[in-house]
């Protein structure tokens, strides 16, 4: 046996890169509709303003899962389709969608993973400082409010917040993330702050209001990654260590989310250059922060590889010309997806989903018309091995959720990365399932037998 029996077989998707209806049926704008409407920020100049139109064609896609024998599903709302400012009123027609979403998925026997923010930020809420303001956090945990009290009958599994490091990170150090700020280092340290603490509050939100018991995660990136060259104790600890290092830029190393989360403190800082950064913040916060949860949902995509030197110090080897890339330039590295979680367990002793996992390729409909990606299913099967390692050696993965379920509008690299089990065309909205959809078909009806 591959996988354990209940092993969860999804795909992922997130709100703004399917959904389109940017304006529809009382939609507010949110950051990335804002950025996505000025030039020269998105390849292309695409926006999501019609992405996949998993807005008006939920029940294609749902017909598209229901082939697929999917047994989750892992989407995100957006804030400002529920409060179209951000605060205030409940635009109802926003929370419908969902609701009938979550209803069309349980009939389906398909399980809802919900996250409550996939990097919309609310134009509004930027505009009383986003993240840079610490309201945001009282903020976020009403919006979290009344999406679970609307859902929670009926939906069980619930991630906060996806990678901070990006809509942080990339979108206020002018990393080409929405809204595309550039500021200072110490706001930075300030607005991650802002960020778990906005967590911490869900996560108090989540279980006060829930019906179904809730079953919680958070998802940070989880690129900061090393495995091992070689099995050897000396190369696993070095990469053990550099994995978790919060080094000089430390906001780009999960330990920064993960730390204060789960281990109720920042990671070590001494000695480094931010050091005097950091926000003083409020005595309780840190309890705010590290409220229990369920999971660690973890997107991975490749992994560093590096070796220990003489003192054990983690040297990240070079990646020789022509190393196996995938279209976004990501290196083909499926040993990730088994020292990631094994590394993330030793460290935190959670349970663990992969939530997001998979590579963009240069998918075209053939002259039979159909599209063959047989890179896609190579890379699946790669990974999908290593993770089977890791699930015999009792770390409990309770699950895998392939990013994503169709093409989509890959933020600042617009429509030019084919990430789907299933084509778009974003002419006509057809779909078409790839190659690689019917083969992770079989995988889930085998529950991985075939690997
Ligand atoms: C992320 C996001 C996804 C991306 C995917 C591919 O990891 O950046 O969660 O929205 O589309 O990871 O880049």
């Known amino acids: 046996m591959k996988f354990p029996q209940n092993f969860v077989w999804g795909a992922a998707s997130s709100s703004y890169q399917v959904e389109g209806a940017y304006d529809s049926e009382g939609k507010g704008m949110s950051v990335w509709d804002v950025y996505t409407h000025e030039p020269d920020h998105i390849l292309n100049d695409d926006t999501g303003d019609e992405a996949c139109d998993h807005y008006g064609r939920f029940d294609t896609d749902l017909r598209i899962m229901q082939e697929l024998k999917l047994k989750a599903y892992r989407f995100s709302i957006s804030w400002p389709r529920i409060f179209p400012e951000g605060f205030g009123k409940i635009n109802e027609k926003g929370m419908d969608f969902y609701d009938r979403m979550v209803d069309g998925l349980l009939e389906n026997n398909i399980v809802p993973y919900i996250t409550l ?18 309201d945001i956090a ?16 009926r939906v069980q599994f619930w991630i906060t917040e996806n990678e901070p490091q990006c809509y942080i990170g990339a979108a206020l150090r002018g990393g080409g993330h929405a809204p595309g700020l550039k500021v200072g280092e110490r706001d930075i340290f300030l607005a991650a702050h802002h960020s778990l603490l906005a967590h911490g509050y869900a996560v108090e939100a989540i279980r006060k209001t829930a019906k179904l018991k809730p079953v919680i995660g958070y998802a940070p990136a989880s690129w ?13 600890e070095a990469c053990r260590r550099e994995t978790f290092q919060a080094g000089d830029n430390p906001i780009g190393v999960t330990s920064w989310w993960l730390d204060p989360v789960i281990l109720g403190k920042y990671p070590e800082t001494k ?29 991975v995509y490749q992994t560093y590889r590096g070796k220990a ?15 196996a890339r995938t279209n976004s330039g990501w290196t083909v590295t499926p040993e990730a997806l088994y020292w990631g979680p094994r590394f993330y367990y030793e460290r935190y002793h959670k349970k663990l989903y992969i939530t997001e996992n998979g590579l963009s390729n240069q998918d075209w409909v053939c002259m039979d018309g159909k599209v063959h990606d047989p890179q ?35 933020w600042a690299s617009g429509y030019s990365n084919r990430f789907g089990l299933v084509y778009t065309d974003f002419e006509s909205q057809n779909r078409i399932i790839k190659d690689s959809g019917r083969w992770y078909r079989q995988v889930i009806e085998s529950n991985g037998e075939i690997l």
């Open 376 to 410: 896609r299913i190579d890379f699946l099967h790669r990974y999908l091995l290593q993770l089977s390692r890791e699930v015999n050696e009792e770390i409990p993965v309770e699950g895998y959720f392939h990013w994503a379920l169709t093409d989509n509008f890959e």
């Open 224 to 236: 900061h990654l090393w495995s091992p060259v070689t099995e050897c104790e000396a190369d696993i």
């Open 271 to 299: 000695g480094y250059l931010y050091e005097r950064y950091l926000p003083d913040f409020q005595e309780d916060d840190m309890r705010v922060i590290s409220q229990p949860i369920d999971f660690i949902g973890m997107n």
């Open 117 to 134: 923010f996939h990097w919309e930020l609310p134009y509004g809420l930027y505009l009383k400082g986003g993240w840079l303001n610490r």
């Open 309 to 323: 030197d003489a003192e054990g110090n983690c040297i990240t080897e070079k990646n020789g010309p022509g190393y």
């Open 138 to 153: 009282g903020y976020f945990a009403d919006y979290v409010t009344a999406v679970v009290s609307r859902l929670s009958d």
